[in-house]
């Protein structure tokens, strides 16, 4: 791998420890978020540049990330005004790690084709720990030579990246990745309180299950904290809720039923009316009675 000149876009709780790994490798990095004060304090930290548009940012750059909100954000620092597309070079390639919709992935993987360069959707699984460690799960659509050109820079931040098709695949598989995640919080939060209903020792009780087959990333990661009923940080619940949606829309153009994974976005609604918005998505368990956290 060569280092290469690089441009990230989005330096949100993922984007941020994400770049810097790019830089602690060796590569020339450039940097753009909306708050610019952000961007300054990752420079400071990390050194390379920051831009004052994605397009600023773009410009030269033989790869571009980006780690934003959604679609409409997706979108803004890509097609939109000032946006990364407008500088990308020849030959380059886009890299988007936001958890967003398929229909737009395949939408700017025809822009950029059209445009002289390559586009992956490569959303990512592990959370602002597996970020910071640089430990990431990443899930990518596109095609197979542009995968292998992006894969070692990927490594750099993650510990499984694996083509799953065509463009949009990536994002498809995170939708699987979403779905699976809402029932097992679910199941989990259920048999965090009955354990303190029952009267048993609820971190004991995990330590003991956790090497069994009820075992899960959420249990080994998620058990300790929700018995001591500690939700500020993780993965959000309106990031959550946001992942749900896009699954439900998918859901309907491709036939499937969603029955567990609506029934608990439903429960998420829940925690925002409770003013748990930003709450770790493990705060499920605030909706259940227990008699004790320990």
């Given at each position: ?83 990364a597309f407008q500088n990308m070079k020849k030959g380059s390639v886009f890299i988007d790690h936001t ?196």
């Amino acid at each position: 791998m060569n280092n290469s000149k690089i441009a990230f876009l989005g330096l949100g709780v993922m984007g941020y420890p994400m770049a810097g790994h790019l830089a602690k490798h060796g590569h020339e990095v450039r940097v753009y978020n909306r708050t610019t004060a952000k961007a300054g304090k990752w420079v400071e930290e990390h050194g390379g540049q920051s831009a004052a548009t994605p397009a600023e940012a773009a410009e030269g750059a033989d790869f571009v990330f980006a780690c934003v909100g959604n679609d409409d954000d997706l979108r803004s620092v890509t097609i939109a005004n000032h946006g990364a597309f407008q500088n990308m070079k020849k030959g380059s390639v886009f890299i988007d790690h936001t958890t967003a919709s398929a229909n737009v992935a395949r939408e700017l993987y025809h822009v950029a084709q059209d445009s002289g360069f390559d586009f992956l959707d490569a959303p990512v699984s592990g959370g602002q720990a597996g970020a910071e460690n640089g430990i990431l799960t990443v899930m990518i659509g596109g095609d197979q030579p542009v995968f292998e050109r992006a894969k070692p820079y990927i490594d750099c931040f993650s510990q499984a990246a694996k083509l799953m098709g065509e463009s949009g695949a990536g994002q498809l598989t995170k939708m699987v990745n979403q779905i699976c995640i809402a029932g097992l919080v679910q199941g989990l939060s259920e048999g965090v309180a009955f354990a303190a209903n029952a009267g048993l020792d609820a971190n004991l009780v995990f330590d003991v299950i956790s090497k069994g087959a009820a075992q899960s990333w959420q249990m080994v990661n998620r058990s300790e904290t929700m018995v001591a009923n500690q939700f500020e940080f993780g993965f959000a619940v309106d990031w959550m809720r946001k992942d749900l949606g896009l699954c439900f829309d998918e859901a309907k153009s491709n036939g499937s039923e969603l029955p567990v994974a609506k029934i608990v976005d439903s429960f998420y609604g829940d925690v925002q009316a409770a003013g748990g918005n930003r709450y770790d998505t493990s705060s499920l368990v605030t909706r259940l009675p227990r008699k004790d956290l320990s």
